[in-house]
């Protein structure tokens, strides 16, 4: 223990009610999987130092990722850190300070820039269109928008199903909701299953650029971060701010709330989004045709006005 490697580290603080009751085991692995990415050698809790951790923090913030993940993310090495500082090793995380998310600028496009975007990628980059679509005009987050089936979509009742599959388990409670859409993006929806190619897809709509299913949501993820990238750096329209392809929920969210003028518990319900209200999460029926009336149709109207219908 003296020389404090991570395996003897791990044993022990595995140990830890804190650690089972946090459920930090995937969240540790994310941890070194992002250090062997980075190709950043640890071995020793020694090795481990502020800088290290200050970068891990950085890129998180700067993917997006909401205040409480990025804490819950180093749970993990704090607890190691408090562990190791009753034996006598410093702390890695000591003077680290997270920025809360209201205080980080809120990325997002409007909506004739949504649009167009979306415009483009049917035209360009047509096997992310789905996913776009969904998470643009429906605020899917991004597992959620990749990983949706043909069976997930119900044609007839003009709904979409947020997935649980082999590849994708939504995030939380409210994440298991089913949502109205509109016409629009049915027939979107239509088009990208029609102009899908490969038979190896087991119905999603979202594949490879060889036409085959994503190895993980990891893998599907860095694609459609590479796309995005891709377009900020080559494609996008001068004065256009630059967005990640998680603030495509952004947008839509933005757009509910200030274009379509919807209140806050509706939205929270169609977006999925964990509220802090026992009531609402556990005795409030979601009505659909609610959510029909003030989202749904809303983005109907918008679209049809914007000449895209």
């Known amino acids: 223990m003296a020389r404090g490697t991570f395996r003897t580290i791990g044993i022990d603080i595995w140990r830890d009610r804190d650690f089972k009751a946090l459920s930090l085991e995937a969240k540790s692995t994310l941890f070194f999987l992002w250090t062997y990415k980075r190709r ?85 980059d047509p096997r992310f269109y789905s996913m776009r679509l969904l998470q643009g005009l429906c605020g899917f987050r991004l597992y959620e928008a990749g990983s949706v089936r043909e069976r997930d979509i119900d044609f007839e009742a003009k709904t979409i199903a947020v997935p649980q599959n082999p590849y994708h388990r939504p995030k939380n409670l409210s994440s298991f909701r089913t949502v109205p859409v509109g016409d629009f993006i049915l027939s979107e929806l239509k088009w990208a299953i029609a102009n899908r190619t490969g038979d190896n897809h087991e119905g999603f709509l979202t594949l490879t650029k060889r036409h085959k299913l994503f190895k993980s949501m990891a893998n599907l993820k860095d694609e459609s971060c590479k796309a995005m990238a891709e377009y900020n750096a080559k494609h996008r329209p001068a004065g256009v701010p630059y967005i990640t392809a998680k603030d495509l929920r952004k947008s839509f969210i933005d757009l509910s709330e200030n274009k379509f003028d919807c209140d806050t518990r509706t939205l929270d319900f169609y977006t999925g989004h964990s509220d802090g209200s026992t009531r609402d999460r556990h005795y409030s029926a979601r009505d659909i045709e609610s959510m029909r009336r003030k989202i749904a149709d809303k983005v109907e109207v918008w679209i049809w006005e914007a000449g895209l219908n």
């Open 40 to 124: 950043i050698r640890l071995r020793l809790y020694t090795d481990l130092t502020y800088p290290i951790i200050e970068r891990y923090v950085n890129e998180m913030e700067t993917d997006g990722l909401a205040h409480d993940t990025i804490r819950q993310r180093i749970a993990v090495i704090r607890l190691a850190g408090n562990h190791m500082a009753k034996r006598g090793f410093p702390s890695p995380v000591a003077g680290l300070r997270l920025v809360r998310k209201d205080r980080i600028e809120k990325r997002h496009w409007k909506g004739e820039q949504l649009l167009e975007f979306l415009q483009w990628v049917k035209k360009n």
